[in-house]
């Protein structure tokens, strides 16, 4: 796990984005399975080639537990022989490490080398490159969204939280500010709300950090809560 993984892991559990990171680890478990499964069948679903070695008989269902709960999978079934992704055997960490990879895009985006090597490292070696890439994409395109997503109700209790980690930019490594804001909403349910990055805490990044909040539709806070981040405290008293 990266430093900027474990610094946001920290700052993320006065949230709960668990059922976030149980859709996406269902989605990304479930996509790996496939190109899993194609790849030992040498064809897609369905696909009828001169290549194809063995072909696909159906699914199984499978209740996989994990950090952020229960994941119902699909295991794919094979005409001949049986298929079962290492990943469910006992006292296997590839569900730890897939999470800290989805935490790690809220902040700088997804490493498709981490994925690769962790991928082989289930025991996945015919799931190729390119296929890892499109995987990385698409669980960007959900951290991207998760993030940016209209915020609706009343949230009456903001916490609003910043550290600093180190990050990977034009082949050098720097430190960045990591902006988080956690809230509950009227009916007790705390969600992470947002999370954003720049070179400094300045006043202008939690200006622009907030009013971004603000544009999505955060209403209704009645109790900020924060530690004096500098920053934060040169904010005009109507943030």
């Avoid at 946001?8 to 996509?31: C, N, P, V, W, Y």
């Avoid at 902040?107 to 990385?136: H, N, P, Y």
Wanted: proline content about 3%; charged content about 30%; glycine content about 8%.
């Amino acid at each position: 796990m990266t430093t900027a993984t474990i610094a946001f892991s920290e700052l993320a559990e006065k949230g709960a984005d668990a059922d976030f990171i149980r859709q996406t680890l269902q989605h990304a478990l479930q996509r790996l399975m496939e190109m899993d499964a194609e790849a030992l069948c040498r064809a897609a679903y369905g696909e009828r080639t001169d290549e194809r070695i063995n072909s696909r008989n159906g699914y199984r269902d499978r209740a996989y537990e994990t950090r952020a709960g229960k994941v119902d999978l699909k295991i794919p079934k094979l005409r001949s022989g049986t298929y079962y992704p290492g990943f469910l055997e006992p006292r296997r960490t590839a569900e730890k490490a897939l999470t800290a990879v989805i935490q790690e895009a809220y902040i700088q985006g997804i490493s498709t080398r981490s994925v690769d090597e962790l991928v082989k490292a289930m025991g996945m070696s015919g799931v190729s490159k390119s296929q890892v890439s499109r995987l990385c994409e698409e669980i960007d395109e959900r951290v991207h969204a998760f993030l940016k997503r209209p915020i609706e109700g009343d949230w009456p209790y903001l916490w609003i939280d910043a550290t600093y980690v180190k990050s990977r930019e034009g082949g050098r490594v720097v430190s960045v500010a990591v902006i988080i804001a956690v809230a509950v909403n009227t009916d007790g349910v705390r969600e992470i709300l947002g999370v954003a990055t720049g070179a400094s805490e300045a006043e202008t990044f939690w200006t622009n950090f907030l009013r971004s909040l603000t544009r999505r539709g955060l209403r209704g806070v009645k109790l900020v809560i924060s530690d004096a981040h500098e920053g934060l405290k040169q904010l005009p008293a109507r943030f």
